[in-house]
């Protein structure tokens, strides 16, 4: 027998050759790494599709997928100038077609300007493009009324993700006591538990007040604060606002207290905003916690250090794919900033494509232009359309005896509350898994509906949840709020037998 035939059958001198890499010599932090958004519920709906698509049959004839916030696999279409300006970018010899606005041409002739060689195939520098990083800044000053933006102290990113978990590598350290604690909401966007666990920092909860729309109690932060301090050492917190999955849009006077606070107990203050543009509730208005840092005195603007998040994933454009998006670092140590760029420098660069359309973005067609009429009826016919989904999510769930639904004020998501009778809960313990679970399950299998349990995103105990997104279709939104409010009422018959008093 051939030495190459001996390998293949995995021996050699009759000894089986065993694996390097397995469950028991794989890095624990990976092991300890959960994603609900992309957890179990979405591995099944995808076996499910496949079992659909290879001629089986359920009592439903789709799978909606109302789990992630994937606005363009929702049906909704790109934006036409932020993709013209991406496709001139990409392939310049468009620039010679008479299909594409001198609007585009100009901003993708200046986008490739900056570019090395012209193209962008070649890298950037690791913070990014210089003419994007300078149109950012411009945005951010235009956004905030006047506050000052230096474009230096803006990162481009591969999606706000990319951002968030290099920060946080900047934070993690010390060991046992002295070991980084990270402050996050709950309920939370899993990324956050995600990368604690793997940078094996501690996670110090601070829950949302759900009976007040979720709103951030400030008493709430000063406990989970001080039940931190006995067993690591609080360096950082993290808001998400807009929320997600909670949708809460956080008011001016909410911002102070969090900057307050973060200012008296020496905090690093991380701002996820990427939901900036998608503010519904027309009492409701998003302020950058930048610029309330601001106006709240150069004691606390020139000493808080903040790093606000952005991303091309959401708001109007939905354009997850181009995992594009940047961060704005304020306040920053000199050295510090420099150990910065060095970690930038090991990834090489975000996606330039993404970068152009970042750009877009933070530069669209201003009311002079050709271009802007037709990109202003997109936007808001999007954004439109987002806020009559958020209401109407909200009406037809509190219609459902057993479930309740704060209002979804902005991002994509509602967050509603299910009552889970006892014999569920129960029958989910026997089962190994959280009630909440058994509910997304069972609501997946019978009606071809795929959202995501709350226990992934974190709840208060005793109390039940699911995330979905307001992203589909009117008529499918409508559809799905039909199945799972008459699921919602047979699953209630079922393990409880309509006791309405309980609920």
Partial sequence: VTLRAKASAGRLDGKMREKTLTMD???????????????????????????????GTKPFSEVIKANIGDAHAMGQQPITFLRQVVALCTFPELMDSPSFPEDAKWRARRILQGCGGHSLGSYSASPGVECIRKDIAAYIEQRDEGVPSDWENIYLTTGASDGIMTILRLLVSGKDSSRTGVMIPIPQYPLYSAAISEMDAVQVNYYLDEDNCWALDINELHRAYQAAKQHCQPRVICIINP?????????????????????????????????????????????????????MGPEYFSSVELVSFHSTSKGYTGECGFRGGYMEVINMDPEVKAQLVKLLSVRLCPPLAGQAAM????????????????????KSSVLGALAEKAKLTEQILNSVPGIKCNPVQGSMYAFPRIFIPPKAVEEAKALGMQPDMLYCLRLLEETGICVVPGSGFGQKDRTYHFRMTILPSIEKLNVLLGKVRDFHISFLKEYSGLEWDEI
Avoid: W
């Fill in 243 to 295: 929320g997600n999955p909670t949708g809460q849009v956080q008011s001016k006077k909410c911002i102070e207290e969090v900057l307050h606070f973060a200012y008296e107990e020496n905090l690093f203050v991380m701002s996820d905003e990427v939901y900036q543009d998608n503010v519904y509730a027309p009492d409701c208005q998003f302020h950058s916690f930048k610029k309330v840092l601001y106006e």
């Fill in 25 to 55: 010599t794989l890095n624990p932090q990976v092991k300890a790494v959960e994603y609900a958004v992309r957890g179990p519920i979405v591995l099944k709906a995808g076996e499910i599709e496949r079992y659909l698509e290879e001629g």
């Fill in 359 to 378: 750009d877009v973005i933070v530069n669209p067609p201003q009311p002079e232009e050709h271009t802007f009429k037709q990109f202003h009826q997109e």
